[in-house]
């Protein structure tokens, strides 16, 4: 495994079981990542893109082992000398690397105990992993505090007294106490108002160049991702169709999927020249994929092989990477 990489995720699959009937029999399986193969370098930010139902916090909750994989490996190279493999890792064994691989979500309240001031809330995972007490751990919540920009008095109260912003911040806060390297960022500003979604996002950032963090950043808004991310996956149905450096994916998408995500963002620009497409339908269902491309239905340039043939993920000349079988043929609208 390079250096530069932090994790690899080969072949994961997380498949989760439909039962049916008095008897609670397996009658199918919902694929929700279904051989996803995608690297997460050092220090990156990569953003995971892609419509509702695609299965980007089921890769996430992969990532950081709140679910065991169906199949596939997430090859580790974090502080520890040597590579391990999360997916194959017991309970036991897993509790070191749960310090150094983190989630934060959408909704901060829902990972606070709201019987818990702040304080004890930031205080909890360096408590459960015996890291510091007394004054020590005062001192290094109080550091955590000033850190995300949370006046340190604040950590008598309660999580409910707070904005949404501030208890994103708490929750920032809760998730960097145990100095991680990667951070499973999922919606993580969805639900803010744009002005504190703008001082969370650059609070991101400034943590990132400080403590060298890397991110998986997940979202359904492609602007913020824009705004974010080094580089950029797209999933739909369960598979990586996607994957390039941002500016390059934003400019010259590859795959008919993310040109019609892209042309959906809003833009101020009136005299823009690509025209939003239309997406119809709904995003398939995984636990009964469309033949071949699971995008066909969809798609606008869809022909005969793409009802029969699955198009890999594969990566072209120069190191962008695609699942259509007429990525080279196709001349895609980017937005600039
Ligand atoms: N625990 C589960 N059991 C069964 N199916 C699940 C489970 N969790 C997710 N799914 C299904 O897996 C698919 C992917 O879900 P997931 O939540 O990962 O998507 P997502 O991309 O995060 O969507 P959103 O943008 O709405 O958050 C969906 O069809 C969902 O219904
Ligand atoms: S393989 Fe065919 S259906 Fe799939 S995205 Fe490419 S052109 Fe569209
Ligand atoms: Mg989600």
Known sequence: MSDSNLLEIQNLKMHFPIRRGFLQRVS????????VTLTIQRGETLGLVGESGCGKTTLGRCIVRAYQPTDGHLLYNGQGAAEVDLAKLSRAELKPYRREVRMIFQDPFASLNP???VFDNVAEPLRIHQIADGSALENRVTGLM????????????????????QRQRIGIARALALDPQLIVADEAVSALDVSVRAQILNLMLELQKEMGLTYLFISHDLSVVEYIAHRVAVMYVGKVVEVAPAKKLFAQPQHPYTEALLSAIPRPNPRRKSKRILLEGDVADPSDPPSGCYFHPRCRYAQDRCKIERPPLRTLPDGHQVACHFAEELDLAGIS
């Open 28 to 35: 199918g399986h919902v694929r929700a990542v279904d051989d």
């Open 115 to 117: 019987r818990l001031t």
């Open 146 to 165: 000033n850190r995300v920009g949370l006046r340190p008095e604040f950590m008598k109260r309660y999580p409910h007294a707070f904005s949404g912003g």
